[in-house]
């Protein structure tokens, strides 16, 4: 009895001191591993740090002018107006997309017809939010066919509401904040065509009123480069 009384107080010393290192070992493996996390998290912030540039010298974009855009329009009606937006249509009847470069970059196409609706919501009532639509055909070949939709912002107060309210006749494109956003839709026959596919396009624009006091939208289109 004397005797296994000996040997399970001996295996239970055993154990005791295993676990005891065992305990040691955890400490030191969960101390190595947090301190592995903390030098990653120092990597990933220097890092990220390290890859932003002077916030106070930004690179500029180059915008290269490659389309002007002469729309025909219908004066503005109401489409509907709640307690907190108004839609105005304005219909599309003519005018034409030309490039600039019509040897490089080849577009010169007829507006069929089209229109805008232009959004204006409460709080911001002078400014208009586009949502344009034109359907074109080209003029070396009528079965040539594509479709553009922009979007844009559009300040009705100053020029612009002056011209659109038949205030004033012109305007210059500076006078005014009149912007769009432009993608085009291409039908495969228009393979010259087909590099508008390959570019963004930011719009400045311009309203105006020819001499018979027909309403006109105007402008120029420029690919970030």
């Known amino acids: 009895m004397t005797a296994i009384l000996s040997r399970s107080l001996i295996f239970i010393s055993f154990v005791f001191r295993i676990s005891k290192h065992l305990d040691i070992y955890s ?11 903390f030098n990653r998290l120092r990597i990933i912030n220097f890092t990220t740090m390290s890859n932003i540039p002077d916030l106070s010298k930004p690179s500029t974009a180059s915008l290269k002018p490659v389309i002007f855009i002469d ?15 108004t839609m105005q249509h304005v219909p599309l009847t003519g005018g034409f997309v030309k490039s600039l470069d019509p040897k490089g970059l080849p ?14 919501k409460e709080g911001i009532p002078n400014v208009g939010h586009l949502d344009c639509n034109l359907y074109l055909r080209f003029k070396d070949d009528p079965k ?6 922009y979007s844009g912002i559009v300040h009705m107060d100053g020029a612009s509401g002056e011209i659109v309210g038949k205030k004033k006749s012109t305007m210059t494109f500076e006078e005014g904040y009149v912007t769009c956003h432009p993608q085009f839709y291409m039908s495969k026959d228009c393979k ?18 020819d ?6 939208v105007q402008y120029w289109l420029y690919a970030l480069e």
């Open 144 to 149: 040539k066919r594509a479709y553009v939709n």
């Open 211 to 216: 001499d018979n006091g027909v309403l006109k």
């Open 107 to 120: 577009f010169d196409a007829v507006i069929e017809e089209g229109g805008d609706d232009i959004t204006f």
């Open 71 to 85: 729309e025909v329009a219908k004066e503005p009606i109401v489409a509907y107006s709640n307690e907190s937006t």
């Open 27 to 37: 400490l030191f493996f969960s101390q190595q591993i947090s301190t592995t996390k």
């Open 192 to 209: 010259e065509e087909r590099w508008v596919d390959s570019k963004n396009f930011l719009g400045k624009g311009r309203f105006l009123r």
